[in-house]
């Protein structure tokens, strides 16, 4: 069983203002059973096939005491959730007249100082809806953690492909909503890397990839299998029926392909 030595991260008011936008039930039973959800992703599985075991020695929330959103209860009432289920608790209050905090700077010093003084976790997971953190992400590789992070529907691209595995909000929501029938093996199989590679999911992604490149970029099709791979290991298996990546790329994704030279290059046409 491969075991990994832990480290979560929480920009509470992010996550939690992130799932209210989706699921105001959700949210609140987020933040109200933290043990929950905390005790699946003891258990969650990137590109393993064994059963996997994550000890999180280190669990810090960060947390604006006076925050709240639309008809939420303030953050304030949830604190004492996180307190009971041993973890740390850190107040961020606002620092702007616009409600602006420093969670992220704490966040990021902190997980830099853990680094520095605790070189056995492996394990670092970044919860919070922010690409903002793709800096540290991409520290934390250098320094060769394994890295997960947080995934709203709408993920930058570079974000995502900086990390190991992700945790999508979708499957998130569904296991707080209780859709899972076990608490066991089918909550955390939720929460892990989607390998199936759904229709819908590869054209948002690759769609995202050219919406955050340059105007008129072209990719080559190699490059493109790699980022879709990394985000969909099953994906070689068939390229989703189709009968290459290049043909997946064209029918499915709606990309002009065309051999340049010795490359094999995509790219989505001004209008498209």
């Known amino acids: 069983m491969p075991n990994y030595i832990s ?20 949210a609140r039973e987020f933040a109200k059973s933290p043990a929950t959800w905390l005790n699946s992703f003891k258990g969650m599985k990137g590109t393993e096939t064994d059963e996997t075991n994550h000890n999180f020695v280190i669990r810090r929330c960060y947390m604006n005491p006076a925050g709240r959103i639309s ?14 289920d041993g973890w740390e608790v850190i107040d961020t209050p ?18 830099l100082d853990a680094v520095a003084q605790y070189p056995l976790v492996t394990e670092y997971l970044i919860m919070a809806a922010d690409a903002d953190y793709t800096p540290l992400v991409i520290r934390l590789r250098k320094h060769l953690k394994t890295t997960v992070i947080y995934a709203p529907k709408k993920l930058a691209v570079a974000y995502q492909a900086s990390c190991d595995s992700v945790i999508e909000e979708a499957a998130l929501i569904d296991l707080l909503s209780g859709e899972d029938e076990d608490d066991g093996e ?24 050219f919406a955050e490149s340059e105007p008129g970029h072209k990719a080559t099709v190699s490059t493109l299998g790699k980022r879709l791979v990394a985000q969909f290991p099953d994906i070689e298996n068939g390229w989703g029926g189709y009968n290459s990546l290049s043909q997946l790329l064209k029918r499915l994704c709606g990309l002009s392909v065309e051999k340049v030279e010795n490359r094999t290059v995509a790219w989505r046409e001004e209008g498209t």
């Open 7 to 26: 480290a979560i991260f929480l920009d509470f008011d992010n996550v939690f203002s992130s799932l209210f936008s989706e699921s105001k039930e959700a």
């Open 71 to 84: 008809n939420s209860d303030k953050y304030s009432e949830f604190r004492q959730n996180f307190v009971r």
């Open 94 to 111: 606002p620092l702007t007249k616009q409600g602006k905090t420093s969670a992220d700077t704490h966040i990021v010093m902190d997980v």
């Open 186 to 209: 089918a909550a955390v199989a939720s929460v892990t890397v989607d390998t199936k590679g759904h229709p819908d999911r590869i054209k948002e992604f690759i769609a995202r990839y």
